[in-house]
């Protein structure tokens, strides 16, 4: 079992940043992939960062990729999500997931752990 509280969402305008942190607990001793995920109201759950915390190996859709960037403190247990230039699209409720299985999806498939979101909205 892993828990996972999200945290560092707010309000900013639109070329702004946030940094939000996604805190591990529970069985967090071997590798695992995390993922941030968003989803806005009338729109499908997407993944907008991967990590694998037994490397450096991270991922992005090119949707993000260049204005997000996800990183780890392995001694924190902690994964962070920064983001720069961001713009209205990029708002709704971001969630961290853990994956142990061998493969995963954009989609969250894959991703058996979740937290319970934390609000980013983006105003113009």
């Known amino acids: 079992q892993v828990q996972l509280v999200e945290s560092g969402g707010g309000s900013v305008q639109a070329g702004g940043s946030l940094r939000l942190s996604c805190a591990a607990s529970?069985?967090?001793?071997?590798?695992?992939?995390v993922g941030w995920f968003r989803q806005s109201p009338g729109k499908e759950r997407e993944g907008v960062a991967n990590?694998?915390?037994?490397?450096?190996?991270?991922y992005y859709p090119d949707s993000v990729k260049g204005r997000f960037t996800i990183s780890q403190d392995n001694a924190k247990n902690t994964v962070y999500l920064q983001m720069n230039s961001l713009k209205p699209e990029d708002t709704g409720m971001y969630y961290c997931?853990?994956?142990?299985?061998?493969?995963?999806?954009?989609?969250?498939?894959?991703?058996?752990?979740w937290g319970q979101g934390t609000q980013v909205t983006v105003s113009s």
């Open positions: 529970g069985s967090t001793y071997s590798g695992y992939f």
């Open positions: 990590i694998w915390t037994g490397g450096s190996l991270t």
């Open positions: 997931a853990a994956s142990f299985a061998s493969r995963w999806y954009w989609d969250g498939r894959g991703f058996d752990y």
